[in-house]
C-alpha cells in the first residue's frame, strides 16, 4: 500500500485545520513569490527534496495551470498595496537553452493574462549595453535587453517597471546594479546561491515537517529527509574523502543498508554537483570525472562544503512529481520523467522530460508537503537577510 493511502485520508479530514496552520505560518514565514518543489514519494515517504527559490521550467504547466498561476499572481500583487502594472523580468543570462526561453515565455503570459506588463532585462558586469534575441523551442522569440539603472531605479529601454522578478540565482554574485533600488525586488537577490545553503533549508524544513505532525498526529519520519553538512572537503584529497565516506556509513547506518546516499554541493542547483552512492568506499575511490564533478558547481564555483542525504525512492518508477507554488498556493504541476534512470536515481539529468498533471490529478499530502518546503523558505531568508 502506498504511504499516500495512510496521509491522504489525514490531510483530507484535517484540510480546514491545515489550511489555518499554514496561513498562520505564511505570517510568521514570508515565503517568496514563487517557488518549485521536487517531491519524491516511496513506500513510506513524502519528502520535498528541493525547493527552488527562483523556478524555471513553467513552460512545462498547462494552460490551466497558467491561468491559475495569473489568478494567484493577481491576489499576491494586490496584496502587496502597491501600483503594479509594469514588472521587469531578470532571467538567466549564460543559457542559450530553448526551454528556458519557452519558461520566460510562460512567465510573460502569466503576467499579461493578470493584465500586468512585463519585458525582460539582463545584468551583465562588463556594463555593456546592447539587445539579444533569445530562440524558444516555437517560432517565437524572447527579446531581452541590458539594465540600465538612474536615480535609484532600473529600466530597459524607456519601461520603468513598478516591481523587478528575478528569474536567475545568481549562484556566484550580487547584482551591484540592483543594489539601493527603490523598485521592490522579488524574490529577493540576497537569496542567490552565492548565499544560500541546503543544510540551512533542510534545518527549516525538516523543524516546520515535526510541528504540523505533533500537531495532527502523525510520524514525521514520513515527510522528513535526513540531511548531515560537512564541510572544508577538497575531494582531491583522500583524507577529505574518507571524511564524508565515514558520514557516508553513518547515515546509512541509520536509514538502513537497502537505501542510497545522495552527496550534493551545500550550494547549487540544476542536479548539479549531485552524486549518488550506496557506501562510502564509492566516494573514497572516486574517478577523475567524479572528482571533477564534485569540484565545481554551476558558474565555476569551487566547492568545499557538502551535504550527505538521505536516497528517497520514487514509487512513481522513473518519474518525480514537481509542484509549483505562487505565494505559497498551489499553482501548477507535472511529471519530471527520466527513461535512462531507475526509480532510485537522480532524474534532473540529461533525458528528462515532462509529463503534465492535471488539477484534478494534484495530491492533497504532496501539496502539503510542497507548501512546507515553500514555508521553509520563507524562514531561510528571513536567516539570510536579517
Known amino acids: 500500500?502506498?504511504?499516500?493511502?495512510?496521509?491522504?485520508?489525514?490531510i483530507a479530514k484535517n484540510l480546514n485545520k491545515i489550511d489555518e496552520w499554514i496561513k498562520k505560518k505564511k505570517e510568521i514565514s514570508k515565503p517568496p513569490f514563487y517557488t518549485s518543489t521536487d517531491i519524491r514519494v516511496s513506500d513510506n515517504k513524502v519528502v520535498a527534496v528541493d525547493t527552488n527559490i527562483f523556478p524555471a521550467?513553467?513552460?512545462?504547466?498547462?494552460?490551466?495551470?497558467l491561468k491559475k498561476s495569473a489568478k494567484n499572481i493577481k491576489m499576491y500583487i494586490e496584496k502587496l498595496n502597491l501600483p503594479v502594472e509594469r514588472i521587469l523580468i531578470i532571467p538567466e543570462l549564460h543559457t542559450r537553452n530553448p526551454f528556458y526561453w519557452d519558461n520566460i515565455i510562460a512567465i510573460k503570459k502569466m503576467f499579461e493574462i493578470a493584465g500586468i506588463l512585463s519585458d525582460v532585462g539582463l545584468i551583465v558586469d562588463d556594463g555593456t549595453n546592447f539587445m539579444i534575441e533569445f530562440d524558444s523551442t516555437s517560432d517565437l522569440k524572447v527579446k531581452a535587453t541590458t539594465v540600465d539603472k538612474s536615480s535609484n531605479k532600473v529600466f530597459v529601454n524607456d519601461f520603468m517597471p513598478d516591481l523587478i522578478l528575478i528569474n536567475n540565482d545568481f549562484s556566484t554574485h550580487f547584482p551591484n546594479i540592483l543594489k539601493d533600488i527603490d523598485q521592490p525586488v522579488i524574490p529577493p537577490v540576497e537569496v542567490g546561491w552565492h548565499s544560500r545553503r541546503?543544510?540551512?533549508?533542510?534545518?527549516?524544513?525538516?523543524?516546520?515537517?515535526?510541528?504540523?505532525?505533533?500537531?495532527?498526529?502523525?510520524?514525521?519520519?514520513i515527510f522528513q529527509l535526513k540531511t548531515e553538512l560537512i564541510k572544508n572537503i577538497n575531494v582531491e584529497e583522500e583524507d577529505d574523502r574518507s571524511k564524508v565516506a565515514n558520514l557516508i556509513n553513518e547515515l546509512k547506518s541509520k536509514i538502513g543498508s537497502e537505501q542510497n546516499i545522495f552527496i550534493k554541493s551545500n550550494s547549487g542547483t540544476y542536479g548539479m554537483s549531485v552524486m549518488?552512492?550506496?557506501e562510502g568506499s564509492q566516494f573514497v575511490n572516486l574517478n577523475r570525472s567524479g572528482k571533477k564533478k564534485m569540484k565545481v558547481s554551476k558558474g565555476g564555483k569551487l566547492l568545499s562544503d557538502l551535504i550527505v542525504q538521505e536516497g528517497v525512492d520514487s514509487i512513481f518508477g522513473k518519474k518525480e512529481p514537481v509542484y509549483y507554488l505562487i505565494d505559497c498556493?498551489?499553482?501548477?504541476?507535472?511529471?519530471?520523467?527520466?527513461?535512462?534512470k531507475s526509480s532510485r536515481d537522480n532524474l534532473n539529468t540529461r533525458g528528462m522530460y515532462?509529463?503534465?498533471?492535471?488539477?484534478?490529478?494534484?495530491?492533497?499530502?504532496?501539496?502539503?508537503?510542497?507548501?512546507?518546503?515553500?514555508?521553509?523558505?520563507?524562514?531561510?531568508?528571513q536567516h539570510l537577510t536579517k
Open 276 to 278: 549518488q552512492v550506496n
Open 329 to 340: 498556493k498551489i499553482s501548477g504541476a507535472f511529471y519530471r520523467v527520466n527513461d535512462n
Open 198 to 221: 541546503k543544510n540551512i533549508h533542510f534545518d527549516f524544513y525538516n523543524s516546520l515537517v515535526d510541528e504540523f505532525c505533533k500537531i495532527f498526529n502523525m510520524d514525521s519520519k
Open 57 to 65: 521550467g513553467f513552460n512545462n504547466l498547462s494552460n490551466d495551470f
Open 354 to 381: 515532462f509529463e503534465p498533471i492535471s488539477e484534478s490529478g494534484l495530491n492533497p499530502t504532496i501539496s502539503i508537503i510542497s507548501q512546507i518546503g515553500s514555508l521553509a523558505t520563507g524562514l531561510e531568508i
Open 1 to 10: 500500500m502506498s504511504i499516500l493511502n495512510y496521509t491522504d485520508p489525514i
